[in-house]
T-cell receptor, first 112, second 114 residues
Framework: KQEVTQIPAALSVPEGENLVLNCSFT??????LQWFRQDPGKGLTSLLL???SQREQTSGRLNASLDKSSGRSTLYIAASQPGDSATYLC???WGSGYALNFGKGTSLLVTP | SQTIHQWPATLVQPVGSPLSLECTVE??????LYWYRQAAGRGLQLLFY??????ISSEVPQNLSASRPQDRQFILSSKKLLLSDSGFYLC?????????????FGPGTRLLVL
């Protein structure tokens, strides 16, 4: 069964810290992997999209890596800020299907 | 630029009542359209997707249905709501040329069935 798991479920860090969010997936034959941000009661905002042929993508303070052989992706957030507080979701697309398969997310709280 | 709208933002409905949620996309043509549900304690789950007018694919069996009467309009419906239909419903779109592109999500509709 193809599953996406995110650990930890919740994380609290002081402002300024660098942090890593983890995502693991059961089937390494992915099409692409995407990281999203969701603010409470809101829709999703796409952060980074990594195609299966890529190893990492960067946008500002965010860096996402992909290791298909180990079934893992990490989202690195540098110099965290209170505005980074949100739930971060990892989503995997397998094969040529249209479905994004989501993890349950990591709820991040950055304290001033 | 492209924008995606969903309404209503929140909805409280009794069990057994009908449902109609609407999603529209502006600023693009021939998008792929998606309905997802986010239930409490569970991840986002794809319910339906559409690659064109009148073309609907269902990912999971349920008492919900979807329709695409116009190119940029996607509607989620039910004839009789169940308690288990409560959740946060998200509409999304992606460029229609392929399926490798990112998906862009709307603001969502929070549905509470009592």
């Amino acid at each position: 069964k193809q599953e996406v798991t995110q650990i930890p479920a919740a994380l609290s860090v002081p402002e300024g810290e660098n942090l890593v969010l983890n995502c693991s997936f059961t089937d390494s034959a992915i099409y692409n992997l995407q990281w999203f941000r969701q603010d409470p009661g809101k829709g999703l905002t796409s952060l980074l999209l990594i195609q299966s042929s890529q190893r990492e993508q960067t946008s500002g303070r965010l860096n996402a890596s992909l290791d298909k052989s180990s079934g893992r992706s990490t989202l690195y957030i540098a110099a965290s800020q209170p505005g980074d507080s949100a739930t971060y979701l990892c989503a995997v697309r397998w094969g040529s299907g249209y479905a994004l398969n989501f993890g349950k997310g990591t709820s991040l709280l950055v304290t001033p | 630029s492209q924008t995606i709208h969903q309404w209503p933002a929140t909805l409280v409905q009794p069990v057994g009542s009908p449902l109609s949620l609407e999603c529209t996309v502006e600023g693009t043509s021939n998008p792929n359209l998606y309905w997802y549900r986010q239930a409490a304690g569970r991840g986002l789950q794809l319910l339906f997707y559409s690659v064109g007018i009148g073309q609907i694919s269902s990912e999971v069996p349920q008492n919900l249905s979807a329709s695409r009467p116009q190119d940029r309009q996607f509607i989620l419906s039910s004839k009789k709501l169940l308690l288990s239909d409560s959740g946060f419903y998200l509409c999304a779109w992606s460029p229609g040329q392929g399926n490798q592109e990112t998906q862009y999500f709307g603001p969502g509709t929070r549905l509470l069935v009592l």
